[in-house]
């Protein structure tokens, strides 16, 4: 029973970690990301620049 359970769970996991980089993928063909400078709030307003 606890291996049906733990391969239970990583199917779960494997499938979060799926969708998430298809999501960065999808982020970065939109052009939404952005190299951080170390400076959040300049790196911030650059963002809302460009989403404008």
Request: proline share 0%; charged share 35%.
């Amino acid at each position: 029973m606890r291996d049906i359970l733990r391969e239970k769970k990583q199917r779960i996991e494997a499938a979060e970690l799926h969708t998430g980089i298809l999501e960065g993928y999808q982020d970065a063909i939109a052009d939404r990301i952005t190299t951080f400078s170390g400076n959040l709030k300049a790196d911030m307003a650059q963002f809302r620049k460009r989403c404008q």
